[in-house]
């Protein structure tokens, strides 16, 4: 074997991790969003993310594409320190990570085609024979090559999510994160989507992130859960170890209960007094 590649092996296998949080915190004002939180996503694998509303899932996403920057603690994305690098270096990883966020919505004027052609034509030169080829492929790889012509006011909403995803692979990138991609789908388009991001997952060689609240769809696809609640970390591993985790914290976000140690309320002073006191706000 020759240096360099007993210096690959020993890459491919320290390479693992493909993100690595440590010691992360981040306040929104007095707010404590995330407070020490350790997290290792394993390349390869469907990472879920989850947690009661509000609980900093898009948040977390925003720190790792580097939109957001931590008070403390470090996010390293396949090795490079992400809130260390330079701008023109984290748009160069930023390439690497294609995102289906909730908002992320089709351009209204641009057809179906031209959506997933945007980021190609952007960020390279390709000639247009080789960008069509690549484009119908994205498209054939969510089942809808034969939608290329439609207009987005003209898609179904699941299917505007599916091209929403084949312009988020469009580039080819390494790591997928998806914000709340089932919201809004009724269960067929639903269960569609479930399929389609395990399949692109196993099929393209990527790495998926899926922040979600759906809690059995989820379950059904992920290889890892992370269970998220004010601010921690409060259980981790495979679904099957989170369906068996009796914690109440656990439980009541698993099982949806309204009543449980995460409060339905907003902090805030008592009612009583919040009502009597003698301000307009
Ligand atoms: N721009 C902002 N300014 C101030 N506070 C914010 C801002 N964005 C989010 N927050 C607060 O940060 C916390 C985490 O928000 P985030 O959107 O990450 O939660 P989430 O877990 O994704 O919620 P949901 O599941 O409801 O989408 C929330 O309490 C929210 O009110």
Redesign the pocket.
């Known amino acids: 074997m020759t240096e360099n590649a007993s210096a690959g092996d020993l890459r491919s296998q320290s390479d693992d991790i493909i993100v690595k949080i440590r010691g992360l915190s981040f306040r ?2 007095r ?1 404590v ?1 995330f407070d020490q939180v350790d997290m290792d996503i394993r390349r390869g694998e469907v990472t879920a993310v989850m ?10 996403l ?1 720190l790792i594409t580097g939109q957001l920057r931590p008070d403390a603690g470090t996010i390293e994305v396949d090795g490079e320190s992400v809130h260390a690098l330079e701008r023109s270096a984290l748009y160069r990883l930023r390439r690497r990570m294609g995102m289906l966020f ?1 908002s992320g919505a089709l351009l209204t004027d641009l057809s179906v085609f031209d959506n997933v052609a945007y980021p190609l034509r952007e960020h390279t030169n390709l000639p247009p024979s080789m960008l069509r080829k690549l484009v119908l492929l994205k498209l054939e790889a969510v089942g809808l090559r034969g939608a290329r012509d439609l207009m987005p006011n003209e898609l179904s909403g699941g299917m505007a999510r599916r091209v929403a995803l084949a312009r988020a692979i469009a580039l080819d990138p390494d790591l997928v994160l998806y ?2 991609p089932f919201t809004g789908q009724d269960p067929i388009s639903k269960g569609m989507l479930v399929t389609l991001i395990r399949h692109l997952n196993d099929a393209v060689g990527l790495t998926s992130i899926l ?1 979600s ?1 759906d809690v059995a769809e989820t379950a059904q696809i992920a290889d890892q859960m992370y269970v ?1 609640s004010h601010g921690e970390v409060i259980a981790q591993g495979p679904p099957a170890a989170i369906a068996a985790d009796g914690s109440a914290w656990v439980r009541q976000f698993m099982d949806g209960l309204p009543d449980g140690p995460v409060h339905f309320h ?1 902090e805030a002073p008592a009612l009583v007094d919040d009502l009597l006191a003698r301000r307009v706000r």
């Open positions: 929104r004002g707010l969003v947690g009661p509303s509000g609980t900093g899932k898009t948040t977390l925003k909730q914000d709340e922040v609240h998220i907003y």
